[in-house]
Nanobody
Framework: QVQLVESGGGLVQAGGSLRLSCAAS????????MGWYRQAPGKQREFVAR???????YYAASLRGRFTISRDNAKNTVYLQMNNLKPEDTAVYYC?????????WGQGTQVTVSS
């Protein structure tokens, strides 16, 4: 079982930056992969980025270069640094953890980018 708590969302102007945090309830090195997804109003949830227990990172092609996923093992926390934000990045951002056959989700944090 893993509990995930996201934070760091908010309202930002286009071109600005935000850093999202996802705190896990257990050692993230014991979790196969942690990642971020987002869901905009009226759209399906989509993949944003992932980091594996081995440190490999993966990104949605359209977001590579603007978004960076990282982790602090000592704090059991994964981050998503988002730069040069655009109005189309507006969405609820969800943290995700895949551990064996199980997948866990956080409650989500709202990111709103104004033009």
């Amino acid at each position: 079982q893993v509990q995930l708590v996201e934070s760091g969302g908010g309202l930002v102007q286009a071109g600005g930056s935000l850093r999202l945090s996802c705190a896990a309830s257990r050692n993230i090195l014991s979790i196969n992969a942690m990642g971020w997804y987002r869901q905009a109003p009226g759209k399906q949830r989509e993949f944003v980025a992932r980091i594996t227990s081995g440190g490999s990172t993966y990104y949605a092609a359209s977001l590579r270069g603007r978004f960076t996923i990282s982790r602090d093992n000592a704090k059991n926390t994964v981050y998503l640094q988002m730069n040069n934000l655009k109005p189309e990045d507006t969405a609820v951002y969800y943290c995700n953890a895949a551990s064996g056959p199980n997948v866990y989700w956080g409650q989500g944090t709202q990111v709103t980018v104004s033009s």
